[in-house]
């Protein structure tokens, strides 16, 4: 989740951008860098790492001027590194762009560029935009930038200067946020209102679609065709940290409402009608065609994301798989031989459980690949392949939009895996695609039904013990849903498959009990209401998470939260997410620390 800064008016440009990208620090990245207007030029200065680098760079050549933007990068393309960390340039440095999100097509227009002599100084395909609107330029840079956007499929955020135009900052927004600043004969422009509240509270949020102008006197907004717009900016009463949480109360509910852009960008780049293009990846399709058997090691949030892989693998690929807790791994002698495919997964990367298991596993000559949310972490290092999940950074220590991203990156790896293996038509590629483009449109709707899970929330506050219980992928999901209540209400939950309730569990349920249900799967869907009968009969009272065309739940359970339908094989992401919404709720009435709950940690790093 990158940072974005500009600025053009009267004062040094240069200190004004580095201080508005530490205000968005919180967002995560391992790359800063800025680029002023210096006399006819263009000044660019960079480092790998903390703006604290930048910073020192900053110190021995600090670049004079009064228009400029600056970012700070979240790894996606190419690893942390000055050379490919923004702001870049094309071939005569002059035009600088910085840019949010993900190019999707970004391989195909750079081998055109490279075709007609352009070379590349980074591997982003950021630096592909810098060339297009340089290649359109013709004396008007809204029009060049216009025609580099009709050319750029993705979800993202740009802009751009040139030294041509020394007072002027063009800039689109596709799905990424920016925000104007208003001033006195000055403007600004961030990805975040956090950086702007030192300078201004008037401000404009630019929508997706959307293109604006920038200069000293102010801004022109209209629709990337040209179409004007007419907008009038708002005061913003937010103190930083309210900004910083994007107005919402606590972190978490953020990171809740984050998510359906955090899967549209995860799977962005990665997917394309039938075909999956994990560049992450190294393994070759003759390893994918020999592979006999699948490792999944984590903890916590990441094991709950492990399960729902376990099943994609054996459902879809009928590779056995195993899921085992990293902490039990390192000492259960496991039978990983050289030839296993082992899949680390880590939210932060320094989990020190999954990377000594992590480390365990190559030894035994397993290929080692990791999923993780943070570039250049420790676990990123040990592993053969990376493939990250582009979530951005958490806050919140109880995960939500970090374990969504590492399920919908197994979806991915499943694919990937079965289109080297030949085991998947293009028909079933075609559909599953299909089903994971669903996802981001699925998690909205369930998110606007906040107030009734909200309500839904106010049955349990007062509870003492409450079981959550499945069959199948839905068994994974309560996994889930019973840790999140438990990280951040301090409710004992319990979770389990249904149909384990009989074998003991049972003599628990009495009168009032709460028991949560999740219905998705039809091949288990009667079963799992037997399980319902059975704890109904106890006096249990039941909250079901079902499809939104289920008409059978009502009949047998006394809460219904709905969710959009989805093939099965996907109800995973969206079952998660109601899940999530009632923890919240629960703990916010308990009048909790939501985003710092008692005695945990964001980042495990002790065995």
């Not at 082992?342 to 290929?367: F, N």
């Not at 839905?474 to 019973?482: C, F, I, K, Q, R």
Request: aromatic share 6%; charged share 25%; hydrophobic share 40%.
């Amino acid at each position: 989740m990158c940072g974005i800064m500009g600025y053009v008016g009267p004062q040094q440009a240069a200190p004004i951008v580095l201080e508005g990208l530490r205000r968005l620090e919180y967002r995560g990245y391992d790359s800063a860098g800025l680029a002023i207007i210096e006399g006819n030029g263009i000044t660019v200065r960079k480092a790998a790492g903390k703006i604290a680098n930048l910073d020192a760079v900053l110190s021995n050549a600090n670049p004079e001027g009064t228009l400029g933007i600056g970012h700070t990068r979240w790894a996606t393309h190419g690893p942390p590194t000055d050379s490919n960390a923004h702001p870049h340039t094309n071939m005569q440095a002059t035009f600088a762009v910085v840019h949010n999100g993900i190019i999707e097509n970004f391989a195909d227009l750079k081998a055109e560029l490279e075709e007609s002599g352009v070379e590349f100084v980074s591997q982003t395909d950021t630096e592909v935009l810098a060339h297009l609107v340089g290649q359109y330029y013709d004396g008007d840079l809204r029009e060049a930038v216009r025609k580099a956007v009709d050319r750029a499929v993705g979800a993202y955020a740009l802009v751009v200067m040139t030294s041509h135009e020394p007072d002027h900052i063009v800039a689109v927004r596709m799905i990424s946020p920016l925000v104007v600043g208003f001033g006195e004969g000055e403007m600004f422009l961030a990805s975040g209102v956090p950086a702007l509240l030192e300078h201004t509270r008037s401000m404009m949020v630019i929508e997706d679609g959307e293109m604006v102008s920038l200069t000293a006197d102010g801004a022109v907004v209209t629709t990337i065709g040209g179409e004007p717009i007419d907008r009038s900016p708002v005061d913003v009463e937010w103190d930083v940290e309210a900004a910083e949480k994007g107005g919402f109360d606590h972190f978490m509910l953020k990171e809740i409402h984050e998510q359906p852009e955090v899967v549209a960008e995860t799977l962005m780049g990665r997917i394309d009608g039938d075909h999956v293009d994990l560049n992450e990846v190294g393994y070759t399709d003759e390893f994918a065609i020999d592979l006999r058997k699948i490792w999944i090691t984590a903890c916590g949030t990441a094991y709950h994301a492990g399960l729902v892989g376990k099943q994609l693998f054996e459902g879809l690929l009928r590779i056995p798989t195993e899921v085992v807790y990293a902490h039990e791994l390192r000492y259960s002698d496991p039978l990983i031989e050289p030839g296993d495919l082992v899949i680390a997964i880590s939210q932060s990367g320094e989990t020190v459980d999954t990377l000594v298991a992590a480390r365990l596993a190559k030894q035994l000559g397993g290929r080692l690949v990791a999923i993780t949310n943070v570039p250049g972490s420790a676990l990123s290092h040990e592993a053969d392949d990376t493939i990250y999940t582009r979530a951005g950074i958490e806050i919140s220590v109880a995960s939500t939009k970090a374990y969504v991203a590492m399920v919908v990156v197994q979806y991915l790896l499943a694919m990937d895996l079965g289109q080297r293996r030949k085991t998947l038509s293009a028909e079933d590629q075609r559909r599953l695609g299909s089903g994971l483009a669903q996802l981001p449109g699925a998690l909205e709707t369930i998110i606007g039904h906040d107030d009734a899970i909200a309500r839904v929330a106010e049955t349990l506050v007062d509870a003492q013990d409450i079981y959550f219980i499945g069959r199948g992928l839905d068994y994974a999901v309560v996994m889930e849903g019973s840790l999140k209540l438990k990280e951040i209400s301090y409710i004992h939950s319990e979770a389990m498959p249904a149909g384990e309730l009989k074998h003991g569990t049972l003599a628990l349920v009495t009168e009032g009990t709460p028991v949560v249900v999740v219905l998705t799967q039809e091949a288990t869907y009667d079963k799992t209401i037997s399980a319902v009968q059975e704890v109904k009969a106890r006096g249990a009272y039941v909250i079901g998470i079902g499809y939104e065309d289920d008409d059978q739940l009502d009949r047998y359970v006394d809460e219904v939260i709905r969710i959009p339908r989805v093939e099965d094989l996907y109800a995973p992401v969206p079952a998660a997410v109601p899940l999530q919404l009632l923890a919240y709720h629960v703990a916010r009435l308990r009048g909790l620390d939501i985003d710092q709950p008692r005695n945990l940690a964001k980042s495990v790093t002790v065995e």
